[in-house]
């Protein structure tokens, strides 16, 4: 049976030098979900493929035309062009490193290749939020998508805080009015942050939420134990080290 072709938008996750001149690309499809493609040709110094390259960086937003057979673990691209030229992602330092790590929190938990057009859709809208924030706005973009990305793979957190349940458990995923019994859990001002960040449904509400950097850092860093409490094998962000740097 031939493989089909199709339309489709996609994010790029990853690219891998392949041979002299191709590269294996992961990218989380709206039609399919994450895939791999084998792209030939594109390091190339011709004038052919010069530049071609450039266009799998990851966080690009990609027109494709694919040819798609579930039983291959590699298909093949056969047209590709921006769907979206950001005008500060790629040459903005701080911006790309927010970029990178939604991209990297991303890749972290797409373990299967099911469409899923609800978080293809959220992360474009949040990819596109970032190109044009500034300020108070992007600083908070990291933390922002952390938050809501959980809603998509099944274990959000219950934003049921009050003075009277003020611990944050991240084992648990809600608030409770007691100290859990191991180290997963915020409180304070922290469990209160998660609180208002997760009641934003816009991310223009994020310039009302005035953080220090010390203070999103160590919330970061909290919002990756919940995830490795969630989700197997999670591991570490690369990422983040950068992004506490780059937003400091």
Not at 23 to 31: A, D, H, M, R
Not at 42 to 61: D, E, H, I, L, Y
Not at 103 to 128: A, G, I, Y
Request: glycine share 6%.
């Amino acid at each position: 049976m031939p493989d089909k072709l199709h339309k489709t938008k996609g994010l790029v996750l990853r690219a891998v030098k392949y041979g002299e001149t191709s590269l294996v690309v992961t990218i989380f499809t709206e039609l399919f979900g994450v895939q791999s493609y084998l792209v030939n040709g594109v390091r190339t110094s011709s004038k052919k493929g010069s530049g071609k390259a450039n266009v799998f960086q990851p966080a690009a937003m990609l027109d494709l035309v694919v040819y798609h057979n579930e039983l291959k673990q590699l298909n093949r691209i056969k047209e590709f062009k921006w769907s979206v030229l950001y005008d500060h992602i790629f040459s903005d330092v701080p911006k790309n490193a927010v970029a990178l790590f939604m991209v990297e929190l991303l890749t972290k938990c797409l373990r299967q290749p099911e469409n899923n057009p609800d978080l293809f859709h959220f992360t474009e809208d949040c990819m596109l939020y970032l190109d044009k924030s500034r300020g108070t706005v992007m600083a908070n973009m990291s933390l922002f998508f952390a938050l809501h990305l959980p809603v998509h793979f099944g274990f959000r957190l219950s934003d049921n805080y009050s003075p009277e349940d003020g611990y944050l458990d991240l084992r648990e995923g809600g608030y409770t009015n007691q100290q859990p019994g191991h180290p997963y859990f915020l409180e304070a001002q922290q469990a209160q942050v998660v609180s208002q960040l997760l009641k934003v449904m816009q991310p223009d509400e994020l310039e009302e939420i005035k953080l220090n950097h010390d203070f999103r850092r160590q919330l970061l860093q909290q919002l990756e134990n919940y995830y490795a409490l969630h989700i197997q094998d999670f591991g570490t962000l690369k990422t983040v080290q950068v992004l506490r740097a780059v937003l400091s």
